[in-house]
């Protein structure tokens, strides 16, 4: 027959721990039952205590949240919800989304409870992270600025990379895999191999965007469109770029008639390709080009004046 109520409250404080406590488990419970019936005295009580299963296999941390939950249920609750407020300014840091309160506390009570330092909170919200759900709503905090300086690079270095190629580094950059300059780096090289005949200028710190800058001015002016719209992958800067002389004889600083690498088109020769391109024939100066063709053939026919 268990003791009275008051009387396990007694033994318990005399052990030095929480009726709530070893009522809480079966195997804590078993024991403080036997301990009460053999008269055990607190040195033998917690030398028992601590050879359970349920001692061992928890972390000091761990039975200390124990404890605490069953003999102090308020205090406990307010370091779990002092660790959800570290765990929520952790997750804003990282997205710059709000996490929904029910998730914060889950992860601030394990936070508490296994006595999580500001290092081991930022490793288990990062897990949480999923770049996928929150690109489509357009992703903030360092999380989003890492995304930025990625796409970023990806264009300066002309590599068109696909959205799985991004949501997969900012997650091992979440998860702390990776890193922004180890993922700028496997740009880079992969635009080194892309674009073998600039390679020493990408070891020197130059971009692919730098090397297409005369082309896309050029562009710009041709097309008349802004600079700011043409892309280094556009089909026209990309056809320069690659642009190998059909024999060594054609190109400026080469000789024999052996075929050559790619070596960048010629300006004049991609400013006649772009006269070719459809979008020229929207320009002014294409229609003007028309008028003024137009003017010249009347003019040889005889129809009009030279210089009407």
Same mark, same amino acid.
């Given at each position: 027959?268990?003791?009275?109520?008051?009387?396990?409250?007694?033994?318990?404080a005399?052990y030095?721990?929480?009726?709530a406590?070893?009522?809480?488990?079966?195997e804590l419970?078993?024991?403080?039952?036997r301990a009460?019936?053999?008269?055990?005295?607190?040195?033998?009580?917690v030398?028992e205590?601590r050879n359970?299963?349920?001692?061992?296999s928890r972390?000091?941390?761990?039975r200390?949240?124990?404890?605490?939950?069953?003999a102090?249920?308020?205090?406990?609750?307010r370091r779990?919800?002092?660790?959800?407020?570290?765990?929520?300014?952790?997750?804003?840091?990282?997205?710059?989304r709000?996490?929904?309160?029910?998730t914060a506390?889950?992860?601030?009570?394990?936070?508490?409870?296994?006595?999580?330092?500001?290092?081991?909170?930022?490793?288990?919200?990062?897990?949480?992270?999923?770049s996928?759900k929150?690109?489509?709503?357009?992703?903030g905090?360092?999380?989003g600025?890492a995304e930025?300086?990625?796409?970023q690079?990806a264009?300066?270095?002309?590599?068109?990379m696909?959205?799985?190629?991004?949501?997969?580094? $900012?997650n091992?950059? &979440?998860w =702390?895999?990776?890193?922004?300059? /180890?993922?700028i780096?496997?740009?880079?090289?992969l635009?080194? #191999?892309?674009y073998?005949?600039?390679?020493?200028q990408?070891?020197?710190?130059?971009?692919?965007?730098?090397i297409?800058e005369?082309?896309?001015?050029?562009?710009?002016?041709t097309?008349?469109?802004?600079?700011k719209s043409?892309r $280094?992958?556009?089909? &026209?800067i =990309?056809s320069a770029?690659?642009? /190998?002389?059909?024999?060594a004889?054609e190109?400026?600083n080469n #000789?024999?008639n052996?075929?050559?690498?790619?070596?960048?088109?010629p300006l004049w020769?991609f400013?006649q390709?772009?006269?070719?391109d459809?979008r020229?024939?929207k320009?002014?100066?294409a229609?003007?080009a028309?008028?003024s063709?137009?003017r010249q053939?009347?003019?040889?026919?005889?129809?009009?004046?030279g210089?009407q």
């Amino acid at each position: 027959m268990a003791a009275p109520l008051d009387q396990q409250k007694d033994f318990a404080a005399t052990y030095g721990w929480s009726l709530a406590v070893l009522r809480s488990a079966p195997e804590l419970s078993k024991l403080f039952d036997r301990a009460i019936a053999g008269g055990y005295n607190q040195s033998r009580f917690v030398a028992e205590l601590r050879n359970t299963g349920w001692y061992k296999s928890r972390s000091e941390s761990v039975r200390q949240g124990t404890v605490l939950r069953k003999a102090d249920p308020a205090e406990y609750q307010r370091r779990a919800q002092q660790a959800a407020s570290m765990v929520a300014d952790q997750y804003y840091a990282m997205t710059g989304r709000r996490m929904s309160g029910p998730t914060a506390l889950s992860l601030g009570a394990n936070a508490f409870l296994y006595g999580f330092n500001e290092n081991e909170v930022r490793d288990m919200v990062a897990k949480t992270v999923s770049s996928a759900k929150l690109m489509k709503g357009g992703i903030g905090g360092t999380l989003g600025e890492a995304e930025r300086q990625l796409r970023q690079a990806a264009d300066d270095y002309g590599m068109d990379m696909s959205q799985t190629w991004f949501l997969n580094a $900012v997650n091992n950059i &979440a998860w =702390q895999n990776t890193d922004v300059t /180890a993922e700028i780096g496997k740009l880079r090289t992969l635009a080194k #191999s892309r674009y073998p005949a600039y390679a020493d200028q990408i070891d020197q710190g130059g971009t692919i965007k730098d090397i297409a800058e005369p082309y896309r001015q050029l562009m710009a002016k041709t097309l008349e469109v802004s600079d700011k719209s043409i892309r $280094v992958n556009d089909r &026209a800067i =990309q056809s320069a770029l690659t642009y /190998a002389p059909k024999t060594a004889k054609e190109g400026a600083n080469n #000789s024999g008639n052996k075929p050559t690498a790619p070596s960048g088109m010629p300006l004049w020769q991609f400013e006649q390709n772009l006269k070719n391109d459809p979008r020229w024939n929207k320009t002014k100066g294409a229609q003007d080009a028309i008028m003024s063709a137009g003017r010249q053939v009347l003019s040889d026919l005889g129809f009009i004046g030279g210089g009407q």
